[in-house]
């Protein structure tokens, strides 16, 4: 029995410890664009000024996850009916692959449109990978832990996605530290692509070492019995998909995800620049910034889903949201009083991204028991990636674009961010978890 149980806890090690470092570089490899974007730009979009550079290259970025859903929605179906783990190490290799390429891509002036084509092309086929990363892995996640931790254990695949601005913001400060800001943008804003490789060995470790999910092996065995037998048959997908309960829950969930996903691609990466332009800081400065949010929200991530453990998973969501708002509003009165230092923008930095990791922590579980497990991995990818799509990915597009035609005032952001803030309070309010649903599973 204790062999039993030592084995069920080292599956579970292996699934948690490959899990979140996969899911950091992985998302590493689509966040690290973003954070260089000011360094590249000229090299694939040369044009009169750097701002005009970034927004095309911003755009690039935004118009990529247009096809995220799509990726996400058949990647995951493949999740549902074959397993989590295959598709992940899938995955990994894909995201390997891409992210090493673009630092070797040739620049428009070694072979003309040629270039940003191919950046297009290879971000393209990059978002289609990413858009089944994170439904697949929060499935994995929780179906591997146990009854009474969902929430915390699911909170790693956030507090995944906060390490990879961390490692994007540390390899950028090493570059600015150790060769200038001048080479960086000649030459070495390929390095951090080119680390992207790194993620190729540990695809081939979950392949070796990982086991699939309890919670879906079991599951696949039920599937099997049932087929033997006169018990009632589970609906497919797409015959789940469309009763219309389901239909409102993935609605419910878009909006409940969107604060999500705006202050992530906000706070992470549009608003150190903003800061930087409005006190006038030195990049290292900037960088500074941005390291300081997610490494806050890495933490306070795992809080969160351990108290929704205990306090529910809408409550916890609704607190975290609620602290975010007042952390936010609170950092940008600061700054509208026209007093502002770097030290404050430090602190003020350091308390948005605790409070935002604290509804980052209640998202994954929440998502996850919005659903039944035979359409899980699918359900999840349907809102988050439409949500990144219409209101995260291209946060910096839309900003830059306001900036462009108001001005660099505090007003873009706010009306931005404060408005994904107060879609995802009122859609919590009406969030059911699967099992309080009126939904038909099987024929």
Known sequence: ?????????????????????????EFYDTTVY???????????????????????????????????????????????????KPLIVLLMIVMALTTGCIGLLPTYAQIGMAAPILLIAIRLL???????????????????????????????????????PILANLVALSLLYLVGRDAVIDVWWRLPFLLGFLTLPLGYYIHKHVNESPDFTQYVAQAARRKTSSAPQPLSMSQTLKQWTLVRQIVCCVGVITVGTVSFFGVNIYLPGYVQTLLG?????????????????????????????????????????????????????????????????LFGFAVLGFCMGLHWGAVPILLAESFPIHVRATAIAI?????????????PTYLKLFERMFGNTPYNVLLYIGTSIVISLVASTFWR???????????
Request: hydrophobic share 50%; charged share 10%; with cysteine.
């Open 126 to 164: 990059q978002a289609v990978a990413v858009g089944g990363l994170f439904s697949s892995t929060t499935a994995f996640l929780m179906e591997f832990a146990p009854p009474d931790r969902r929430g915390f254990y699911a909170s790693m695949q956030m507090m995944a996605q906060a390490l990879s």
């Open 1 to 25: 029995m204790s062999e039993s149980l030592n084995a069920q806890k080292g599956a579970r090690r292996r699934a948690v410890i490959s899990s979140v470092s996969g899911n950091a570089l």
């Open 34 to 84: 973003a954070f260089f974007t000011i360094y590249f730009a000229g090299h694939f979009f040369p044009a009169e000024d750097a701002l005009t550079s970034q927004i095309y290259a911003y755009f690039v970025f935004g118009i990529s996850y247009l096809v995220r859903p799509l990726g996400g929605i058949l990647l995951s179906v493949y999740a549902d009916r074959i397993g989590r």
């Open 383 to 395: 809102p988050y990636n439409l949500t990144v799509v219409l209101f995260g990915a291209l946060t």
């Open 433 to 443: 978890p699967a099992d309080k649903l009126a939904l038909k599973t099987t024929l």
């Open 281 to 345: 800081l030195a990049d290292t400065q900037r960088t500074w910034l941005a390291l300081t949010a997610p490494a806050c929200a890495a933490v306070s991530v795992l809080i969160g889903g351990g108290l929704s453990d205990r306090i529910g998973r809408k409550n916890m969501l609704q607190l975290g949201i609620v602290l975010y708002a007042l952390a936010f509003f609170g950092l940008f009165f600061y700054f509208s009083g026209g007093n502002a230092s770097y030290g404050f923008a």
